[in-house]
């Protein structure tokens, strides 16, 4: 996979993302890009679930792989 489709994938995954939990923000999306623990924490925080609801969220709608 090269640099434009790991783009690609990240742009996609922040569109669901945000449509998951409307409470972040471009600024957390863009902030935590490649860091997915800091990712789940920032939702954790926003949203106040578990980090394993966060977790499984993420892995059921988005192949971060």
């Given at each position: ?52 609801e966060v977790e499984k969220a993420i892995k ?6």
């Amino acid at each position: 996979m090269n640099s434009l489709e790991i783009k690609g994938n990240w742009n996609i995954a922040k569109g669901k993302l945000k449509q998951k939990w409307g409470q972040l923000t471009d600024d957390d999306l863009d902030y935590v890009e490649g860091k997915q623990d800091e990712l789940v924490g920032r939702i954790q925080k926003r949203t106040g679930q578990t980090k394993e609801e966060v977790e499984k969220a993420i892995k059921d709608f988005c192949d971060c792989r």
